[in-house]
């Protein structure tokens, strides 16, 4: 059988699949999920097979870059079946936004700028839903927006999140008292800029067009001012550099921060300084959050994958150091050689 | 129609990692369509929220915005040959106040408040506070001087890097390389959350087969 035909085979084989499993689906048939002991042979087996690479290694047979592929696959995908959860330990910087919020009084407002939009949703919106349900089930005003247009769309779907949880819906809370969003506004930096001296010139309308002056939660907050404490959840530019250097620096905002674990390494210079209180980075910064909020999402259930992931990149970063040195070795033996 | 938007996802999702087996012309149509979607609504948002928000309808509010119209209006004329030198106006306009604004941003935030956070008491929490800190505060202070200075070492290069200097250089190199790992490290931890995402997609919200 020729290549071509190898390949048409197996991305039929993938559909018929996907078929099935989707008028399963349909159908109306549960998920999958794996028992503990289940969850610990397919761990072991992982493990093995990992182990086998490196003898093959050993042996000099090399393996493609297209099983390394298949690895992380198999190690992102399979915890997602498993029923095991992963303990995680609060790290300060996460507690510090945490204890901002929860010593904040009630009836506080909050501001939450959602920098990001849905590539970044993965990392950044299990931290924006237990941010959001914390302040809600704390009785905290929660005013909204963004600085990327599609920032409010994910506020949105927050909020939709949040309020699936019944002791949230019993609250009665209302939109426009109790929580807000102001939408989207173009021009970066400078919305944050303006901001300073006054909200409704930035944000005239909230998402849904009404009037600033008609929303009675920010009817009355003229600026930074009158917002106890902020959050940045950001994904890159506009996001927390530009919260820091102009709302913290300029107006002494306390802010705190969410970011993707890309850009979390540069806002510790920023938590150091005590420009920023509190910063959860990443999603095992969400998984730490959910922990200390007492809500498991998403960042709690990705955590296992993520960390089994990462097990699987080291351990082929062992291989190929071992390929790299046997074939250094290997090759300065015939170096000498006659 | 939820049907249709989630195998279309699916499908496209597909394509995309379909390029890790090899190049091909799957990959080739969802990159264009994602390369396409993406131009597309930019245009889109800029035309409405910057060309129709901000100027059509908010002209009326701030008159300043006549200024930014103007401006924009001669960067254009770098079409017309003849009359293209009066668009530096506009861009040495841009350049000038962009600059100050992050001159004046850099310059407190990232240089100042910086320099402050690096020069911190070795002994005491803070300034005034007397002999308070703990072994691991102490340790800390005396890792950011000890990475400051010698990654500042390592940058200078009108000495050449010999002896004592050398090595100084040597330790920074070491702390720099740390913090490259560092990046790197949550860099990966990003993607593999991105990944996530994606098979959370198909085996979640396509295939039903994870809650």
């Given at each position: ?69 298949i ?7 399979l ?28 009836g ?69 008292v109790?929580?807000?969003?102001l939408g ?9 800029q ?12 909230d ?73 959860v ?28 992931a ?6 082929f ?10 074939g ?8 000498q050689?006659? | ?38 131009a ?107 990475g ?12 050449e ?33 991105l ?17």
């Open positions: 059988m020729s290549t071509r035909a190898k390949e048409l085979v197996a991305l039929l084989a993938i559909v018929v699949l996907a078929v099935i499993a989707y008028i399963r689906k349909v159908g109306g048939a549960g998920p999958i999920e794996f028992s503990s002991t289940m969850s610990v042979v397919v761990i072991c087996l992982i493990a093995l097979s990992l182990l086998w690479i490196l003898v093959l290694t050993i042996k000099g047979r090399l393996i493609g870059r297209r099983v390394v592929f690895y992380v696959g198999v190690a992102v995908s915890p997602l079946f498993m029923s095991l959860t992963q303990k995680v330990s609060p790290s300060p910087e996460v507690i510090q936004l945490y204890d901002a919020i929860t010593e904040l009084p009630e506080s407002k909050v501001l939450i700028s959602f920098d990001y939009d849905p590539p970044s949703a993965p990392e950044l919106q299990p931290m924006a839903e237990s941010i959001i349900r914390l302040c809600m089930q704390r009785d905290l005003k929660v005013i909204m927006m963004g600085l990327w247009p599609q920032g409010p769309q994910q506020a949105n779907l927050a909020v939709e999140k949040v309020f699936e949880d019944t002791a949230i819906t019993n609250k009665g809370l209302k939109y426009g109790d929580y807000v969003n989207f506004q173009t021009g970066n930096e400078f919305v944050i303006r901001m300073g001296s006054s909200f409704e010139s930035m944000f005239s309308t998402y849904e067009g009404t009037p600033y002056q008609e929303l009675p939660l920010v009817r009355n907050v003229k600026n930074f001012s009158n917002i106890d404490y902020s959050v940045n959840l950001s994904a890159g530019f506009p996001g927390t550099v530009e919260w820091v250097q102009v709302a913290v620096d300029r107006y002494g905002v306390q802010l705190g921060a969410g970011n993707t674990a890309v850009q979390a390494p540069q806002m510790y210079v920023y938590l150091d300084a005590g420009q920023l209180k509190g910063l980075g990443g999603m095992s910064g969400a998984s730490e959050f959910e922990d200390l909020a007492e809500y498991h999402g998403k960042g709690t259930k990705y955590m296992l994958s993520q960390s089994f990462h097990v699987v990149v080291i351990a970063i062992l291989i190929g150091n071992v390929a790299f040195f046997l250094g070795r290997k090759s300065a033996l015939k170096g050689e006659p | 129609m939820d049907h249709v938007s989630v195998w279309l996802g699916a499908f496209l999702t597909l394509g995309i990692l379909s390029f890790l087996y090899k190049d091909n012309p799957w990959y080739k149509l969802c990159e264009a369509i994602f390369v396409g979607a993406s597309g609504y930019w245009v889109i948002v800029l035309w409405w929220d910057n060309l129709v928000g901000k100027f059509y309808e908010g002209v009326g509010d701030d008159p300043a915005l006549w200024v930014g119209m103007i401006l924009g209006v001669l960067m254009l004329v770098r079409l017309i040959p003849k009359v293209g030198w009066i668009s530096r106006w506009p861009l040495a306009f841009i350049v000038g106040a962009t600059s100050g604004f992050w001159m004046m941003n850099y310059l407190g935030s990232n240089i100042i408040e910086q320099v402050g956070a690096t020069i911190m008491p070795l002994l005491s929490t803070q300034v005034g506070a007397g002999f308070d800190a703990g072994v691991w505060m102490i340790l800390s202070r005396l890792v950011v001087f000890v400051t200075f010698t990654g500042l070492v390592y940058f200078f290069f009108s000495k890097h010999k002896g004592a200097f050398g090595t100084t250089a040597r330790v920074g190199i070491f702390f720099i390389m740390i913090t490259f790992g560092a990046s790197f490290g949550y860099t990966v931890m990003s993607r593999m959350s990944l996530i995402g994606r098979i959370d997609f198909i085996l979640g919200d396509w295939l039903g087969l994870i809650n």
